[in-house]
């Protein structure tokens, strides 16, 4: 069982600051691909981010400058430093994995796996 456990999120004014985590855990090989999405209420889900092993790269031009997202492979954890917010970063963030590695018999198997997701609020 690998699972992907969001925290951080919370109720903040405008111009604040909050960080994220993501954490996997269970029993698995490796973890290539992590990755930040996000869903404003009654829109689409979103991509933020994408880790690799070796970096990260925001894909919202609308976070540009704002958030940065680092990985920290030693510890199976993944951030997300989101500054200056705005009542338009309201939304559930949620962590992904496309491609965990994990034993399977002789071989190895990919799992997907999403995290439950944590709730960003920014409002005055």
């Known amino acids: 069982q690998v699972q992907l456990v969001e925290s951080g999120g919370a109720l903040v004014q405008p111009g604040g600051s909050l960080r994220l985590s993501c954490a996997a855990s269970?029993?698995?090989?490796?973890?290539?691909?992590m990755d930040w999405f996000r869903q404003a209420p009654g829109k689409q889900r979103e991509l933020v981010a994408v880790c690799s092993r070796g970096g990260c790269t925001n894909y919202l031009d609308s976070v540009k400058g704002r958030f940065a997202v680092s990985r920290d492979n030693a510890k199976n954890t993944m951030y997300l430093q989101i500054n200056s917010l705005k009542p338009e970063d309201t939304a559930v963030y949620s962590c992904?994995?496309?491609?965990?590695?994990?034993?399977?018999?002789?071989?190895?198997?990919?799992?997907?796996?999403w995290g439950q997701g944590t709730l960003v609020v920014v409002s005055s």
């Open positions: 269970g029993t698995f090989s490796s973890i290539n691909a």
């Open positions: 992904h994995a496309p491609d965990v590695a994990v034993s399977a018999g002789s071989g190895v198997r990919f799992l997907e796996v």
